[in-house]
């Protein structure tokens, strides 16, 4: 496996389902994100995380739960979503470096429909 | 605050041709970066190129190049001999130097090339 990989690629949820998304990252990074994508919107940060630590959390309602066991592996735990919570979900990596040349880099997301 | 502007939400070009994909951007800071993503219809955001807002030189990548003008804040992306492949979304992103790791994009735009 080369990139940042995702699964499931495709996800049907009900409201009182628990369901989580993973993402796996072999580019040897320290950072890692997750975006939500909706249609007809900018592409909208949720989650950042550097060396396993989150480092900013861009006011995601608390039915997202993100879990970055290593700097390899992220996951984000879901339950009870909202039909609205209906998006692309992209995690993605970079090296972290402080400078503007850091480079993130995509999974090829998982399509969240939420019934 | 950072605000990337797409203008055109859709361009028809003939194969072979070359296109321009307008990008505008607002920010105060003086040191930032610039990126280029294209998203096939499979989801997978790919990173295209980096324009950093201290280089003197217009970026290039084989056949992809940003017409940078600081003093217009634009960032074109140009695509030149375009292939069937390059039909996708285009989004322009922006991150600050000032050592957060949020990417701010635009609204993208749709290419559609026609054989």
């Known amino acids: 496996e080369t990139g940042v990989t995702q699964t499931p690629r495709h996800l049907v949820m009900g409201m009182t389902n628990k369901k989580s998304l993973k993402c796996e990252q072999h580019l040897g990074h320290n950072a890692m994100y997750w975006y939500k994508q909706s249609a007809k919107k900018p592409l909208e940060l949720m989650f950042v995380?550097?060396?396993?630590?989150?480092?900013e959390n861009n006011s995601v309602p608390s039915r997202f739960s993100p879990e970055c066991p290593n700097s390899s592996h992220l996951f984000l735990h879901l339950h009870t979503l909202q039909p609205e919570d209906s998006a692309l979900y992209l995690c993605?990596?970079?090296?972290?470096?402080?400078?503007?040349?850091?480079?993130?880099?995509f999974g090829p997301g998982t399509r969240l429909t939420v019934l | 605050a950072q605000k990337i502007t797409q203008t055109q939400p859709g361009m028809f070009v003939q194969e072979k041709e070359a296109v321009t994909l307008d990008c505008t951007y607002d920010t105060s800071d003086q040191s930032y970066g610039l990126f280029w993503y294209k998203q096939p219809s499979s989801g997978e955001m790919i990173f295209l190129i980096y324009?950093?807002?201290?280089?003197?030189q217009n970026a290039t990548e084989g056949r992809y190049s940003l017409n940078f003008q600081k003093a217009r804040k634009s960032a074109n992306l140009v695509i030149s001999a375009s292939q069937l492949g390059d039909s996708a979304m285009y989004f322009c992103a922006m991150r600050d130097h000032q050592g957060a790791q949020k990417l701010v994009f635009g609204q993208g735009t749709r290419l559609t090339i026609n054989p």
């Open positions: 995380y550097n060396f396993k630590e989150q480092t």
């Open positions: 993605a990596s970079s090296q972290g470096a402080s400078e503007g040349t850091d480079t993130q880099y």
């Open positions: 324009q950093g807002s201290y280089d003197e």
